[in-house]
């Protein structure tokens, strides 16, 4: 934590006396001028001692700012001024101005993303949940501990465990659902609860997203909600020791914490599911791995107020993950992972990438994985992740290793980026390279690329090929030695994209689209 009032060895409020009713609105009226980000608050009227004023800004304007307040990130220090021996004003010292407003942005940007997630026809308790999964799937634990605040959380995609309570609280705030943080000086933690149709739960992110050995990176379909929507007397009886015991009151020392004593979420099918559960037109949708369902690997809709799933896309459970290297074993579990990318679904077999299209209930191949050198057990891909508005598979050659890489794949869909609050500062995307397409007479297609001296890593050109309803039929991997390469198009391709990539995938062109019949095609992107 970032003050003494959370040291683990010293007991809140034990050495100090409680706020009486003038310091209760000295404190919140502190406060309230820092988040207008005023340099200078006039206190005079409250007749704050010294002594007491370092009591009161330590232990409870600290406590008030990083439990209820966690937008206030940039308070670093003040200064007072002093009339003999009582303050008359408060100096605050903020972080630079220039920081402050990227910081912000992009805190707005991740909010306004989050939200876009949300419907106003979802209940209170289903945007908690894809709340919690935003969260958890898109931020890790930070084992430096250095992240600890809501700016770094946001900003480095990583935090202990207030920055996963701060920027939950943050978005609950911000989508009007009651939300409080909550400290354990005892078991040196935070996490929050929620307010739902007028009851109080537990939901502790941080223990969702737990930290694996040696690297491990997890696949999407570990997600955990073990912490999502207890209440105290299950939380306590989790096993969790951090969880164990917290604080009796709030930051004023005086006001007790919120009671969660509902049941009304104990058999919820939410903590039942470990894969992603994905919002669609007003349904959620998710992949029945399990035995507790009714067929296995079916993509499924689960109605969460009833408790219930429903298959709606059987094809998929003939699906069959092998060992590396042994194509006569196969485990005993399916690993479809369910992922939302350009307001659209995906999931994927072993070595293939699949669109779904939940209005007729079909799914259309559009990726598959083919190494140079491939495996007999045609086992490659075991989830799909966002990285960067790229859809990634997440590539493995040992269920036990987690991911060993994400391998961004590209699709005849242009994913949406997160809109800037800045228009100044907006981001424009560059690459180094580029490349040109040309019909020949013969029917076949020239591509030339333009590849800058001073990059170094461009090893490979990618071509794809599409036939008249869009979906892929291949991609050919090309040795960029040469200057140009010459192509003949598959008979059904109706169109050409070319792009050029490094040896660890990484673009380093955008995509260069090329309509076969069509003599109006434009030479690049």
């Known amino acids: ?13 034990s050495n100090i006396s409680l706020p009486d009713e003038n310091e209760i609105e000295f404190v919140n009226h502190v406060v309230s001028e820092m988040i207008d980000m005023n340099t200078q608050i006039d206190v005079t009227s409250y007749n704050i001692k010294t002594n007491r004023f370092s009591e009161l800004w330590n232990y409870f304007i600290s406590a008030s700012i990083q439990q209820e307040h966690p937008e206030l990130f940039y308070l ?20 630079s101005e220039s920081y402050i407003k990227e910081a912000q942005n992009q805190i707005t940007n991740e909010l306004e993303n989050i939200k876009s997630l949300l419907s106003d026809d979802m209940s209170d308790f289903e945007k908690i949940l894809v709340v919690h999964d935003y969260i958890v799937n898109n931020y890790s634990y930070d084992t430096t501990y250095g992240s600890r605040t809501l700016d770094t959380m946001v900003l480095q995609k990583t935090g202990v465990c ?23 000086d005892e078991n040196n933690h935070i996490w929050n609860k929620v307010k739902i149709n007028g009851e109080w739960y537990n939901i502790d992110l941080t223990s969702d997203d737990p930290i694996y050995e040696d690297s491990y990176i997890p696949f999407s379909t570990e997600i955990c909600r073990d912490f999502f929507i207890l209440n105290d007397d299950e939380l306590i009886s989790s096993g969790n020791e951090s969880t164990s015991a917290w604080n009796d009151y709030k930051w004023d020392g005086q006001t007790p914490v919120e ?27 998710v992949f029945s791995n399990f035995d507790i369902f009714t067929g296995q690997n079916n993509l499924a809709v689960v109605d969460l107020d009833n408790n219930t799933i429903t298959s709606v896309y059987n094809n998929s459970s003939y699906f069959t993950w092998k060992p590396w290297g042994k194509p006569l074993s196969f485990y005993v579990g399916q690993l479809s992972s369910l992922i939302s990318f350009n ?15 939940d209005a007729a209930n079909t799914a259309e191949e559009v990726f598959e994985y083919e190494p140079e050198t491939p495996d007999v057990s045609k086992t490659y891909i075991w989830g799909l992740k966002v990285i960067d508005n790229e859809l990634n598979i ?20 242009t994913p949406t980026p997160t809109p800037s609050t800045d228009p100044d500062n907006s981001p424009t995307p560059t690459m180094p390279c ?35 309803n869009g979906v892929l039929i291949g991609i050919a991997q090309i040795d960029i030695s040469q200057n140009t390469c010459n192509i003949t198009p598959e008979e059904n391709a109706s169109s050409i994209k070319a792009f050029i990539m490094a ?4 673009p380093l062109s955008m995509a260069t689209p090329y309509q076969i019949n069509n003599t109006e095609n434009p030479d690049t992107i």
């Open 1 to 13: 934590y970032n003050n003494d009032m959370f040291n683990s060895d010293i007991s809140l409020f």
């Open 76 to 95: 670093s220090g003040c200064q007072i001024s002093l009339e003999q021996d009582t303050v008359t004003n408060i100096f605050p010292e903020y972080l």
């Open 162 to 184: 207030q920055g996963y309570t701060y920027l939950f609280k943050y978005v609950m705030d911000n989508i009007g659902i009651d939300c409080v943080t909550v400290p354990s």
């Open 259 to 285: 009671i969660s004593d509902s049941t009304a979420y104990s058999d919820s099918i939410a903590r039942q599911i470990s894969g992603n559960i994905i919002p669609k037109n007003g349904k959620f949708y």
């Open 343 to 357: 307001n659209e679904l995906y999931f994927n077999s072993p070595n293939k990438v699949y669109r779904y299209d």
């Open 394 to 413: 997440e590539y493995s050659e040992d269920i036990n290793s987690g991911v060993q890489k994400y391998i961004p794949i590209y699709l005849d869909v």
């Open 434 to 468: 580029s490349s040109s397409i040309e019909k020949e007479e013969n029917g076949s297609v020239t591509i030339t690329f333009q590849i800058p001296d001073d990059v170094t890593e461009a090893k490979y050109l990618y071509t794809a090929q599409y036939d008249e």
């Open 503 to 506: 040896d660890d995938f990484k």
